[in-house]
């Protein structure tokens, strides 16, 4: 059975920094993209960043040049690096994986990922 888990959300200030860990079980995803989405209060549910099986990642304009994708295939982690957050950045954060071999902006459909984890908080205070 496939979990995905995970942790480093928070509070923090404005203009502040969190590292989101996202830790695969059951299966390995290392020939798979992985992504991160976030659903603030009252908002749809978006993806912000994707990192797909050649390692390629890419980003949503909101969060690109801020946050940063990576991924530890041999430990099955993905991480998110959130740098100069913002208050807008408040949400809920989950991970995703899909079996799917999606590749670039093709992988920004959330209906290509088959496994969620439970997602953690990022709160950031003005």
């Known amino acids: 059975q496939v979990h995905l888990v995970e942790s480093g959300g928070g509070l923090v200030q404005a203009g502040g920094s969190l590292r989101l860990s996202c830790a695969a079980s059951?299966?390995?995803?290392?020939?798979?993209?992985m992504g991160w989405f976030r659903q603030a209060p009252g908002k749809e549910r978006e993806i912000i960043t994707a990192?797909?099986?050649?390692?390629?990642?890419y980003y949503t304009d909101s969060v690109k040049g801020r946050f940063t994708i990576s991924r530890d295939n041999a430990k099955n982690i993905v991480y998110l690096q959130m740098n100069s957050l913002k208050p807008e950045d408040t949400a809920v954060y989950s991970c995703?994986?899909?079996?799917?071999?999606?590749?670039?902006?093709?992988?920004?459909?959330?209906?290509?990922?088959?496994?969620w984890g439970q997602g953690t908080q990022v709160t950031v205070s003005s």
């Open positions: 995703a994986a899909t079996r799917s071999s999606c590749s670039g902006y093709g992988c920004f459909q959330a209906r290509l990922y088959d496994y």
């Open positions: 059951g299966r390995t995803f290392r020939r798979n993209a």
């Open positions: 990192a797909t099986w050649s390692d390629g990642t």
